[in-house]
């Protein structure tokens, strides 16, 4: 006997064969259990999900010598001739080869006509989405007024493109992608079948390559047999799919995690001199740190993650050394990456700046901590609840400058020092009067600070995200009255503001209000106007920054110095 291509000879002859759709199938046996089949459906979904054969089996379920049944016989005439797509009352149409005018005219001829032999005519149109006008005019005419023992299955990938006429007159399916564990199970069943052994790591790689799609599933481990023979090996199968192994993946991110910029350019060469595609390494990176996002996020046991068992614990002991900001910073990189490369002349480039920039982010993101602390977000009730603490606090013996020891100091919890006091142990030129004002300025946020309501909203802001809880922390005031809590912020910290304008952090910030303040809640954010018509906006760019606290930091943590400010919010 012939060869037969797995996808063909696996493809599902009944309802419960059809993997990940469940409840559609669900639905149309209903329909055909209880004589309620519509007379048009839309079949949508990606490639190789399973359009086809469902709209297969629905044709069997009414045209078997046995039916209407949920389970059609396989054997009568009407069965075998579906399954090989020759029946004389079911129609296959595909619109994409010749646009379906010829097709659906003659459609329009036959559908008035009864069924030959079996109970209905079928007309499946695949890519029903490319009909021409003239083909969708004529298919709408006969939806409108159906024939009695007609039914029509629209398959598209791409449903949107179907006029709403049509839609309109038809039940709508929409089938999902199948996920990865679904796809490595149906793998490893027709491995089973074929009697062809396979390392896990070879399944799970094409599963992987398969990207929701069942019959690229299927169609990829035909080529991997017909390469192997009665045993699939990972190396062997990641050398025929172009995938790297997974040894690659896990040598980056550590390069990546040790800052070793060196070692991440190294491997970016290596791949490109071995031949593998970038684009698809690209694509590959990006799926190994989402499932590192993913067992950060939900543990290693989660279904989410798109990772044979075998390779959980070592992805679980990768995620211990990210936090969970990281992790999503490094996501939207690649993500950004993998769209540009397409376009990139050299795509390599893209890829070892996105690698790069990853090696580097994660200073910045200690520098944020560093902040964060500074800004005093790190309540000590908070640490003693035992919430989330920042990941790389600067810890509190560092030696910051020659002589000058001032302890790192949280505004909340310290008194206002008197000017002398500050002078004195200050490491920074001397400072000009006004920033004295300044500082007693502050005098009444500080109070208004202690509020334990708002202490409550920046606890609660702090274990939800350390930037939202370092935007709260320059508040000069803030009320709340009538299910409104608006908070006020300093000219000078305008970038406060613009952050929590942005959609996802407002919301963010309603809601920890809401669990905060016991009630839902609106939130307004704004500069405090009374400030700009202070005489301090006379004070210099420079002196500013001078006092400023986070500024400060900075110049402590790296020992280096102030050499130019340009003040951003007038240029
Ligand atoms: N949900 C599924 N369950 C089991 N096998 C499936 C499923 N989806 C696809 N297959 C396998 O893939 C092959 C192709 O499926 P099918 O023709 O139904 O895809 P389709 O969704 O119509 O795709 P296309 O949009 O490319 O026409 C089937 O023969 C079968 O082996
Ligand atoms: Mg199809
Ligand atoms: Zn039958």
Known sequence: MSYQVIARKYRPQ???EVAGQRLITDTLKNAVL???????????????????TTARILAKSLNCTKGPTVSPCGECPSCREIAQGNSVDVFEIDAASNRGIDEIRELRETVRYLPARDPYKVFIIDEAHMLTTEAFNALLKTLEEPPARSLFVLCTTEPHKLPTTIQSRCQHFSFRLLDYAEIFDRLKWVLNKEQIEADEGALSAVAEAAEGSLRDALSLLDQAIASSG?????VHIRQLLGVVPSRVLVELVEAIDAGNAGQVLETVGRLSAEGYELNHFCGEFTRYIRN????KSCGPASNLLQLPEGERAVLAGLAEQFSEEDLARFFQILIRAEGEMRYALNPRFQLELALLKMVHIRKL???ENLLADLRGSRPAEALKAGTKQPERLPSPSVDFKKGAQPPPRPIRSAPVR???DQQSADPLPSRSPEVTEQSSDRIPSLQKADDPRLDKIKRLAFGQSKLLSSCLDPITGWRFENGEVRFLFSKNNSWAVDFLSAREQQEKLRSVCAEALGQPVKIYVTLDDREGSEPKTRRSARVRAESDQG??????????TLVDVIDLSRE
């Open 418 to 420: 008197p000017a002398n």
């Open 34 to 52: 209880h004589n309620r089949v519509a007379h048009g459906y839309i079949f949508s979904g990606g490639r190789g999900v399973g359009k086809t």
């Open 14 to 16: 009944v309802f419960d």
């Open 292 to 295: 590192l996002a993913v067992a």
């Open 365 to 367: 993101t200690s520098l």
């Open 551 to 560: 500024v400060e930091a900075i110049v402590k943590k790296f020992q280096c």
């Open 230 to 234: 009665k045993r699939l090996e990972e």
